[in-house]
């Protein structure tokens, strides 16, 4: 389970107002196309369980080697301090622990890159399907989804768009909203990537006189 603090990022990290611009700017991209564009914000695509142990660890570690001959009064040749540094690792590692697991950016440092894009690929296709983006009449749906936590965007379309597209600019698109969130400015850089997106699709998938608006135009997920 997600923590507090992490759960918080998704609410935090657009506002009222960003969120109905970035609705507004999804009604316009699909006002010339029959995608269904989707754009999710969830506040982390994974808990990260072995962040929190090694960073409990490497912060506790040194600590306890410092104050082992202070609290203990002997110097570090004396056996007597090893059960001393036990004792302060345990009570260290436990504090350090829950600092790690509840500090978002000190969490970061303990997960490589390779196990954020496993986790946030793995996380956008559940959300996928768990909100029946595949389900669209013509399979044209197509999912912007940003994970705050781990700062990672992924795009996902259904088959009937990845079946027509030869050319399919989604990491261009992807890089845009990264270094637009880096930049504080994920609002306008969600609602140009939308507009990109509707571009892409309004070729080969314009609008139907009969199209409905079958999506949400935006998700905000815990």
Not at 103 to 115: A, D, N, T
Request: hydrophobic share 45%.
């Amino acid at each position: 389970m997600l923590n507090l603090k992490m759960k918080n990022l998704a609410k935090t990290f657009l506002t009222q107002t960003e969120q109905e611009k970035i609705k507004a700017a999804v009604t316009q991209a699909e006002s010339r196309t029959s995608g269904e564009i989707v754009p999710l914000v969830a506040s982390a695509s994974y808990h990260y369980p072995v962040a929190d142990i090694l960073g409990g660890a490497t912060l506790a570690f040194p600590v306890s080697i410092i104050l082992t001959p202070l609290v203990s009064g002997f110097f570090w040749t004396d056996p007597r301090n090893m059960w001393v540094f036990i004792c302060l690792f345990i009570v260290l590692f436990g504090l350090s622990y829950i600092i790690t697991k509840h500090i978002p950016w000190l969490k970061r440092l303990f997960i490589s890159s390779h196990e954020y894009d496993a986790e946030v690929r793995e996380a956008s296709l559940t959300s996928f399907y768990k909100n029946r983006l595949y389900e669209t009449r013509d399979r044209t749906g197509v999912l912007l989804f940003i994970s705050v936590f781990e700062r990672k965007v992924w795009i996902l379309a259904d088959s009937g768009i990845d079946g027509k597209l030869t050319e399919k600019p989604w990491q261009g698109i992807v890089d845009n909203v990264i270094q637009g969130i880096k930049r504080g400015e994920q609002c306008a850089a969600i609602c140009e990537a939308v507009l990109q997106i509707g571009k892409t699709l309004q070729t080969h998938f314009p609008r139907k006189p009969d199209d409905t608006d079958e999506l949400k135009n935006l998700m905000i997920s815990e």
